[in-house]
Structures are given as C-alpha cells and as structure tokens.
C-alpha cells in the first residue's frame, strides 16, 4: 500500500499541473498508469511525421549556444527512436552539421573531410571546444 502511494504521488508530482488536476482522482497507480497509457502511449503518425520534419529542418538560431543546439537536435532524434523511427546515426551527423549557422562552416568542412568515421559523439566534442576556443578569442578581443 505504501508502495502504492509512494509511485502514484510520484507520478503526479512528475506531470503538468492541468494533467495533474485530471489523474489525481484515480486511488491506485496502475488505474492511474494505465489511463496515461490509454491516453498518451501511442504515437500518432502525424506527430512523428512533426518529428521527422522538426529534426529535417531545425536550425540554429543567432545567439544560440551550438552545444545547446546540437543536444536539441539530439533530444529529437531519441525522441524519433523511442516512438519507433530511428534516424541512422550517420544521417542525424550530416542533419546537425548542415543545421548550424554560417559561421560554423570552416568546422563542418573540417569534420566532413576529416577521413574519419564520424559519430554522433563526435559533432558535440568537437563543435564544443570549437565554441570555447570562439569565446577565448572573443574576450581577448574585447580587453
């Protein structure tokens, strides 16, 4: 019973508060669990088709933070692959590269043409310290 209690206040307290409103009258969790299932468990194809569009066409925004950007890209593409739609890690390597501004384009000819087996471990790395080392020069500049 503690059990219980202890995983149905979890749920709640994890949820928006006007879903919260809604499953907070069910007294057991699995009632509770199993009405989110009913409700929200199954992807619709239009909303992975607004996915796979989303990922397709994102780009970065002026101002954003490159790191934030790519682990933006890659919140979707896990997302894609828990709904049953994964992106080949070598596509979601070339969608993020061809995402970035302008600015980043001496970084992505530089990985494209690194000779190397790219990952989607290896944009993050190397667009990060790139990103520091553009920080650096920028407030050497400034003093």
């Known amino acids: 019973m503690a059990d219980d ?5 979890i749920l709640l307290t994890s949820m928006e508060p006007d879903l919260e409103i809604i499953y907070e009258e069910y007294e057991h969790t699995k009632e509770m669990y199993e009405s989110i299932v009913e409700a929200y468990g199954t992807m619709s194809e239009s909303y992975v088709q607004l996915l796979i569009e989303k990922f397709n066409s994102i780009k970065m925004k002026e101002g954003e933070s490159v790191v934030d950007h790519v682990n933006k890209m890659l919140v979707i593409a896990k997302e894609l692959a828990a709904v049953g739609n994964p992106i080949l890690e070598k596509m979601q390597v070339l969608t993020v590269l061809h995402s970035l501004r302008a600015s980043w384009d001496s970084v992505v000819v530089a990985i494209n043409f690194s000779g190397k087996e790219v990952d989607m ?9 790139e ?4 920080l650096k020069r920028n407030s050497q500049r400034q003093c």
Request: hydrophobic share 20%; glycine share 0%.
């Open 121 to 129: 471990r290896t944009p993050p790395l190397k667009l990060s310290v």
């Open 131 to 134: 990103y520091e080392r553009k």
């Open 5 to 9: 209690k202890t995983a149905r206040t």
